[in-house]
């Protein structure tokens, strides 16, 4: 069973607050959908007001990307958010509860988590040896007229479902060109006894707090096919 990292309200409003002052991405994933969707938490409302006792604690959401994500959570309010603290991914799952309308905080209400979760992908991945050490890929992008130019990144971690790919100084432009969502038609992955072409689309694009990759981002990315079942040599 996955460790969790916050369980008590007095940690969770600790872990949520952060979220919202460093202006972190989170992934949103609705029941029945394994499309992904990008948001950040605008607000929290613990509701412990002397007015607002009754009210049951709830996080604002931005509205989500791509905005067919919006629609879907009134018909099905399950949801799981997932974010990144370093390289560390964490989920929780929550309900969709109504659209918050009231400036400034525009976006979709969910309920307050009961506890965090830690999500170690990376330890499933190297005890179930069905997942290749893929150790760096190249992305090509079409640049219109101009051609295509291509990365070469090094991924730092994988899971069934995506990768992250390190983002340094020199491919900062990146950045800038890639939009969550986006779709990604020419990537190739490498390890040391396969290389696979894939494609997918970007998850999100987050700052590193590790010391080691001080300055650097992470691209998330999902791909269309889990790397468990992509057909290796």
Not at 139 to 167: C, D, F, H, V
Not at 195 to 202: E, K, L
Request: proline fraction near 5%; charge should be negative; hydrophobic fraction near 35%.
């Amino acid at each position: 069973m996955p460790p969790h990292i916050a369980e008590t309200k007095k940690n969770l409003r600790k872990l949520i607050d952060f979220l919202i002052s460093r202006n972190r991405e989170i992934t949103v994933e609705i029941q029945g959908n394994r499309t992904l969707y990008t948001s950040r938490i605008i607000t929290a409302d613990y509701g412990d007001l002397p007015s607002k006792t009754s009210e049951e604690s709830k996080l604002i959401i931005e509205m989500l990307a791509p905005g067919s994500g919006n629609g879907l959570l009134k018909m099905s309010p399950n949801v799981e958010i997932q974010f990144l603290l370093g390289e560390k991914s964490c989920q929780f799952n929550s309900r969709y509860l109504g659209a918050s309308t009231e400036y400034p905080h525009i976006g979709q209400m969910i309920s307050f988590p009961d506890s965090v979760k830690l999500v170690d992908r990376r330890g499933y991945e190297r005890d179930s040896g069905k997942i290749p050490a893929f150790l760096y890929g190249i992305l090509a992008l079409r640049k219109g007229e101009e051609g295509s130019a291509t990365y070469e990144l090094e991924i730092i971690n994988r899971s069934a479902y995506g990768i992250g790919m390190l983002i340094t100084k020199n491919d900062f432009g990146l950045l800038e060109t890639l939009k969550e969502g986006d779709e990604l038609q020419d990537l190739e992955l490498y390890a040391p006894t396969a290389v696979v072409r894939v494609t997918g689309s970007v998850r999100h694009k987050t700052k590193l707090q590790e010391k080691k990759y001080e300055g650097s981002y992470v691209l998330g990315i999902k791909l269309d096919e889990t790397l468990e079942d992509l057909p290796l040599p």
